[in-house]
C-alpha cells in the first residue's frame, strides 16, 4: 500500500505529531514498508483455525491452596511507629 500525503495528514492528526516537511518522503517510503510487511499476513490460510485467547493451556497441576502461618505482618509492624492489632495507627487527620 502506497501512503499518500493525505494519509499522512491523517495520521499525524490521529496520532497528535507533526512530521518535518524535509523527512515527509523518508516517513512515507518507511510506512508504506511497513504496510506492505503486515499486509503479507493476509496471504497465510487460517480456514479451520480457532483464534487463541492465551498461548497457555490450564489443563496444568494445580498447587493445593494451604493456609500457612507468617510473620510477615509482625516484622513489618514492629518498624511502625504506632500499630493497633494488625494495622498501621495514624493520626486522624479529616474531622
Excluded: C, W, Y
Amino acid at each position: 500500500m502506497k501512503i499518500t500525503d493525505e494519509m499522512l495528514g491523517k495520521l499525524e492528526k490521529l496520532s497528535a505529531l507533526s512530521v518535518p516537511a524535509d523527512k515527509r518522503e523518508e516517513f512515507k517510503g518507511q510506512l508504506s514498508q511497513i504496510v506492505g510487511f503486515v499486509e503479507i499476513l493476509d496471504e497465510l490460510d487460517l480456514a479451520g483455525l480457532e483464534a487463541e485467547v492465551s498461548t497457555i493451556k490450564a489443563n496444568g497441576p494445580l498447587r493445593a491452596d494451604e493456609v500457612r502461618e507468617s510473620e510477615v505482618i509482625k516484622d513489618i509492624l514492629k518498624h511502625a511507629p504506632k500499630a493497633n492489632g494488625n494495622f498501621f495507627e495514624v493520626p486522624k487527620i479529616i474531622d
